[in-house]
């Protein structure tokens, strides 16, 4: 039985938090045996909005070191950069003439975004096209992502099924959007209303960055918004939020059953004490990531070599699907590719 794809992107941004990492990241190492995953680090994506040249190239190293520090082993699964395959870039364009401008104005986080913009890149409107490439030339069958995704992956298949249909053919795989089943949804420390966010995580007290210090992680649970009460319980109560979610995070750590949980936290001292233990278990469970995070970032050859086989990898898959849609929809193919083995300029080798 051939396994199936999973195409991952995610975006560098320094503000990866525990719930990407109770929700997602770590999900997605527990079960990479089980398909052939790719994890793009979205460089170009992140472009689509103003960057500081110096931070997204930190950034992005970052984000790929995270991937292998939670457990994303690049002997099972591809792990890569973005820019680093040009088919995306390429194969954006092949796709940009065959969608409808209508369809990229109508998407919501578009809408969101451009509103909240003085000046408006092309790039942003020009965001969904992007991602229908990257998961359309793996032929992928999953996409696992967030809600707030999920139209964009919608979008992919129409995208897809407008491509096969203008061409009659079957070239591109329907993918699926996976929302991941909220076995861990982590609120934010500060507002337990709502969930913890890349977005709000520069508010000091709303979420606990993978990267932060014992001492912060400390101070930003001590900080935690509870109620006035002192049972220590899951609760389905809106008033209950702060102490459900504090209960929760403990129970993603440990892994423990909910009796269990609220066991450990039977003869605690009120809130204060909760808060505390909750803290110790996600510095002790932070500690072996950040470790092994600053050791691939303290010298990048490792890192950097990583990225390179997968870069590889990933162009073996995806550069002979876009030179078989640019063949599909009428363009010469080149007699030699210029980035083929010899890597010798065509007019060097005639
Ligand atoms: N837009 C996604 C996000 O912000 C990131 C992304 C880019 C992505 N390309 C993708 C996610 C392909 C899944 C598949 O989270």
């Known amino acids: 039985m051939t396994k ?7 975006q560098p941004t320094g503000n990866t938090h525990l719930g990407n990492y109770l929700g997602a990241i770590r999900r997605w190492a527990a079960e990479q ?4 995953n790719f994890f793009c680090v979205v460089d170009l994506h992140s472009l689509t909005v103003p960057q500081d040249p110096a931070q997204l190239r930190h950034e992005t190293r970052s984000m790929a070191a995270m991937l292998l520090a939670c457990g994303i082993d690049p002997q099972q699964s591809t792990v890569f950069v973005q820019s680093h395959v040009t088919a995306h870039a390429e194969g954006c364009w092949l796709l940009n003439c065959i969608t409808p401008l209508g369809w990229l104005q109508r998407m919501t986080q578009f809408k969101d975004k451009s509103a909240r913009q003085e000046s408006v890149l092309t790039g942003l409107l020009d965001y969904p096209v992007l991602m229908a490439g990257d ?9 696992p992502v967030g809600e707030d995704q999920k139209q964009h992956v919608e979008l992919t298949r129409d995208i897809a099924q407008r491509f096969n249909a203008l061409y009659d053919t079957e070239f591109f795989v329907i993918p699926q959007p996976v ?5 861990a949804r982590v609120m934010g420390l500060d507002d337990p209303t709502v969930k913890m966010s890349k977005s709000l995580a520069d508010k000091r007290g709303h979420a606990v960055r993978l990267l932060d210090s014992p001492d912060e992680i400390l101070y930003v649970f001590k900080r935690a918004v509870t109620d006035s009460g002192r049972e220590i319980r ?8 702060g102490v459900n979610n504090l209960l929760s995070i403990y129970q993603a750590v440990t892994g423990k059953e909910k009796d269990a949980v609220e066991a450990d936290f039977a003869t605690a001292r009120g809130y204060g004490d909760l808060k505390v233990r909750v803290a110790e278990v996600v510095i002790e469970a932070l ?8 050791e691939l970032m303290a010298d990048t050859g490792e890192l950097d ?3 390179a ?6 162009r073996e898959i995806s550069q002979p699907k876009v030179d078989e849609m640019k063949h599909i929809m009428g363009l010469v193919a080149a007699s030699v590719h210029p980035t083929s083995e010899s890597g010798m300029p065509l007019q060097d080798r005639l």
């Open 4 to 10: 199936k794809r999973v195409f991952s992107g995610i």
């Open 135 to 143: 998961i359309l030339f793996y032929d992928a069958d999953e996409v």
């Open 33 to 36: 045996a089980d398909k052939t």
């Open 179 to 183: 929302i991941a089943k909220v076995a």
């Open 309 to 314: 086989e997968g870069a590889a990898r990933a």
């Open 305 to 307: 070599q990583v990225l």
């Open 234 to 241: 899951f609760a389905d109560e809106p008033e209950k939020a």
């Open 287 to 294: 500690r072996p990531i950040q470790a092994r995070h600053a």
